[in-house]
């Protein structure tokens, strides 16, 4: 294949879905939890369509469901290509202005529309290997949204190439565009039998040329703590505050267990919110592991550590309960080696070196995996993401782009 000739349009594309407000709300039961992820939805199925993919549609839950048909007569697994649409709730996303500084030359990046906003080098070393690239920023007044409509914008180009130029062989490929990934429902109301698909790639990863093969296993605690409620004036060897009880069990979480000390396959307890007064109080965690024993074993400290505490007050109890969010990807992965190896062959044929990593995180690929469709993560060139300082590369974009063509066809060479 040679990509000199082709005029890439993902750069064009991610800044057109970059300035659309997509952000999901971990506070609304509907899917999608914002309407407004569907305005982007709407546009990609439109764009679809104008590509000559005809079946391209949205549900009434905001998924987006398209198909590229096969042009070969070797029997091939039916491919997914997925990525989400909606962004962090973390960090506004509402009126984001994207940057293009072309020709990056190694500088600190200050955004124009907060100049406290820098993007250093010295804290996003991979800049380094960035000298003569064109960096997207925003104005640094919102997020850039590069995680997941760099992926959206990288699917979408991939699917351009793929049908302008059908002298590239490939099998059926499905194209799945979900909402509400960022609050961990992005494969909630995905119908994995309607898509019928035999395995998946997300494009949901970071550096250029990484291949993710595995994820954290996650659970969601919610802790519920009940006190005893006596007027303050007449308190005295009465009260059992539930506000002091709950912050006595979060303060005795080992800090060599906390996001903020650990790294790499280092496992967690992360307190995410606490609400309540006096009487009663309730505490959400999640927690974090590469192996499911050392998650359950994580979970039971937490719990041990309320019953110690909650032993010291003869008038109140406490409630523990545990939701299976994820589980690590690699389990199903594993059973398929193919998916991997196909993946870094591609990348290699872009001429970058593949690195394969772990997620310290979960994609819409984690759950896929476990309900039939074994689903790796590939990178899109997301950095600094959920915040103001979040930027991406066009080039690697653009090599994201080649990366999915390629693979299709190696699929197809290899049937």
């Not at 993007?119 to 104005?139: A, F, N, Q, W």
């Not at 389990?331 to 870094?344: D, F, G, Q, R």
Request: hydrophobic share 35%; charged share 25%.
């Amino acid at each position: 294949m040679n990509f000199s000739n082709y005029n890439f349009t993902v750069s064009e594309r991610f800044i057109r879905y970059a300035k659309i407000d997509t952000q999901s709300d971990p506070l609304s039961p509907t899917c999608p939890s914002t309407e407004k992820q569907k305005n982007l939805s709407r546009i990609l199925v439109e764009e679809l369509l104008a590509m000559g993919i005809k079946d391209a549609h949205m549900d009434e839950h905001g998924y987006v469901y398209a198909t590229i048909e096969s042009n070969t007569d070797k029997k091939i697994p039916v491919l997914c290509f997925c990525s989400h649409v909606d962004t962090a709730p973390d960090c506004t996303g509402t009126n984001v202005k994207p940057i293009v500084h072309k020709n990056y030359q190694g500088n600190d990046i200050v955004l124009p529309g907060d100049t406290s906003q820098v993007i250093k080098v010295s804290e996003h070393p991979d800049l380094k290997g960035m000298i003569g690239h064109d960096i997207i920023t925003t104005d640094g007044t919102t997020l850039l949204g590069s995680d997941d409509k760099s992926g959206v914008a990288e699917i979408m180009d991939a699917a351009h190439y793929l049908m302008t130029h059908p002298e590239v062989k490939h099998g059926k490929i499905r194209i799945l565009f979900t909402p509400d990934e960022e609050i961990g429902r992005g494969a909630d109301k995905a119908d994995i039998k309607k898509l019928g698909a035999d395995f998946g790639y997300t494009l949901d990863g970071g550096k250029a040329g990484t291949l993710e093969n595995e994820t954290f296993s996650a659970d969601m605690v919610t802790m519920k703590i009940k006190g005893f409620s006596t007027h303050p004036g007449y308190a005295k060897d009465k009260m059992q505050h539930a506000i002091k009880i709950a912050s006595q069990i979060i303060s005795k979480i080992p800090q060599d267990k906390t996001p903020e000390t650990t790294e790499k396959k280092q496992p967690f307890i992360h307190p995410t919110s606490i609400s309540g007064g006096l009487e009663e109080v309730e505490m959400k965690f999640i927690i974090r592991a590469f192996d499911t024993p050392t998650l359950l074993k994580l979970e039971e400290e937490l719990r041990q550590i309320a019953v110690e505490v909650i032993s010291k007050y003869d008038k109140s109890s406490y409630e523990f309960n545990v939701v299976n969010q994820y589980r690590n990807m690699r389990e199903v992965l594993e059973k398929t080696p193919e998916i991997i190896n196909y993946a870094l062959e591609a990348i290699k044929r872009t001429g970058i070196t593949p690195e394969l990593d772990s997620i310290r995180g979960g994609t819409d690929g984690s759950r896929f995996s476990f309900m039939g469709l074994p689903t790796a993560n590939l990178y899109a060139g997301e950095h600094g993401i959920h915040s103001k300082q979040e930027w991406v590369s066009v080039q690697d974009m653009q090599k994201a782009v080649e990366t999915i063509v390629y693979l299709v066809n190696i699929w197809e060479e290899n049937a």
